[in-house]
């Protein structure tokens, strides 16, 4: 009997700790803002900043794994809606419809802005003009003739730079002759650098920092400088013009984060919009939210080259 008793003993206390092990395994596998998987469905034409956020992220918290997930903005935003995204890059904020869809199923979506882009025209490097008129484009979009441009090339027909030329131009939808449409910013500028005559309408995001197989085939191509409904004056999609809100084709960018827990996403979303991530954007070529700050040490005495 006491043998009995002792063997019991033995095993409920294996069975205690195996089970005390596996909530161990449990809790170090848990999701935290800094440690675990997540997927990101990001907005096609902004991608690039956020592969390069992604990067830095990962490699300053190694136990971060995230998936960035490109798509157009229209599949984007479903995927949100239907709660099979939970975490999204944007180029435009949720609408009053989409939170109060949210609010139905009691989920509060974190908002939160890190940047400004810019939706840039392009032609090919043989055209010398490299100055355009916004009016031009939209007249073109609302169907009128003899407006100087052979054609349109976009990257996706649900794209946010279709939807951004139609709600600009007050059209439903893009004309049917002389307007093109591929899958990705990429395909976009290569149409155009290998034909003459028409305008592309790209992310900015692309042009700097194309990937390296573009490096070669963006210098084939020019940036168009343009001039807005009401100027009479000609700006480019740089940071200067951009913070200076001269630029007319200027649009935010939004991080949104669905999870309803504090998980990787919310991380993910602080560290974009804090120092490190807003010195990422900066590098990138589009304006953050803030202005990182620059620390400067100042000495009394210069020192001699050979100390």
Known sequence: MLKYSKFLGLVIFVFLFAMCNQKSKSESNKETILKGALDVTVDETVKPIV???????????YSAKITVIPKSE??????????KAKVVVTARDLTTEEIARFEKSKIKPRVTPFAKDAIAFI?????????????????????????????????????????YMKELANVKDLPTENVFSFKTN??????????NGMIGVVGVNWLSQPSPNMVDVVKKINVLS?????????????QNDLAEVKYPLARDLFIINCQGYNGLGMGFGSFIAGDIGQRIVLKSG?????TPGRKLQIRNKLLKDNE
């Open 186 to 195: 990429d395909e976009v500028i290569k149409f155009v650098s290998e034909n």
């Open 74 to 83: 229209a599949e984007l935003i479903n995927d949100l809606l239907n709660q």
């Open 123 to 163: 032609s090919n490097k043989s055209n010398n003009d490299t100055l355009i008129a916004l009016k031009t484009v939209i007249d073109f979009i609302q169907g009128k003739k003899d407006t100087g441009i052979k054609g349109l090339v976009f990257d996706n027909p649900n794209s946010s730079t279709v939807r």
């Open 51 to 61: 592969d390069d956020q992604v990067a830095v992220f990962e490699g300053t918290y």
């Open 286 to 290: 589009l304006l953050p939210v803030r």
């Open 226 to 238: 343009v001039k807005g409904l009401n100027d009479d004056k000609y700006y480019s999609p740089t």
